[in-house]
T-cell receptor
């Protein structure tokens, strides 16, 4: 079975500062990894995913995440955040070829002006 | 032109009642899901259907019964509601049943049981 731990429940940062949201996973088999974002009062949206190939994956709005197999991590980073990035961020894992996603507890990113 | 829609958005009801939540997707996807998000934002899958067939059925009380009349719809009926059923329920859809496919989520239904 897979599990995900998001190490921070809340991360407050100032606008234009860099941010890192941490995600560690546990699995005995190869995995796919995902970051989903939930803006206030909305459903989740896929931000980025790692399936195979390059361990560094990027989103269209400046976020990136790096798959680190040795540390079983998939941390999400952005070099300069905007007020509009305020949201809940969920890391998720699944076994390769599986049907089910397992989500972490979420990290609330709050951007202060 | 909402991709995944749910009704109602809010549902307040008393313990013991029976209620339904409806979900529709217009993306032409084959797979649909129900998730439960509790008060701590923890999101867990409940059910998944692929081409109207149940493919994931987590350890959910049998008071919860999903129904998929066609590929575009997945409804959730809950019998004998309990206080612990209070949560936000999300419907989602994807092109196929494998986790590698992006899941598209609806806006959620906030269920409050009093």
């Amino acid at each position: 079975a897979q599990s995900v731990t998001q190490l921070d429940s809340q991360v407050p940062v100032f606008e234009e500062a860099p941010v890192e949201l941490r995600c560690n996973y546990s699995s005995s088999v190869s995995v796919y990894l995902f970051w989903y974002v939930q803006y206030p009062n909305q459903g989740l949206q896929l931000l980025l995913k790692y399936l195979s190939g390059s361990t560094l994956v990027e989103s269209i709005n400046g976020f990136e995440a790096e798959f680190n197999k040795s540390q079983t991590s998939f941390h999400l980073r952005k070099p300069s955040v905007h007020i509009s990035d305020t949201a809940e961020y969920f890391c998720a894992v699944s076994a390769r070829g599986a049907q089910k996603l397992v989500f972490g507890q979420g990290t609330r990113l709050t951007i202060n002006p | 032109d909402t991709a995944v829609s749910q009704t109602p958005k809010y549902l307040v009801t008393q313990m013991g009642n029976d209620k339904s939540i409806k979900c529709e997707q217009n993306l032409g996807h084959d797979t649909m899901y129900w998730y439960k998000q509790d008060s701590k934002k923890f999101l867990k899958i409940m059910f998944s259907y692929n081409n109207k067939e149940l493919i994931i059925n987590e350890t959910v009380p049998n008071r919860f019964s999903p129904k998929s009349p066609d590929k575009a719809h997945l409804n959730l009926h809950i019998n004998s509601l309990e206080l612990g059923d209070s949560a936000v329920y999300f419907c989602a859809s994807s092109q196929g049943p494998l986790s590698s496919y992006e899941q598209y989520f609806g806006p959620g239904t906030r269920l409050t049981v009093t």
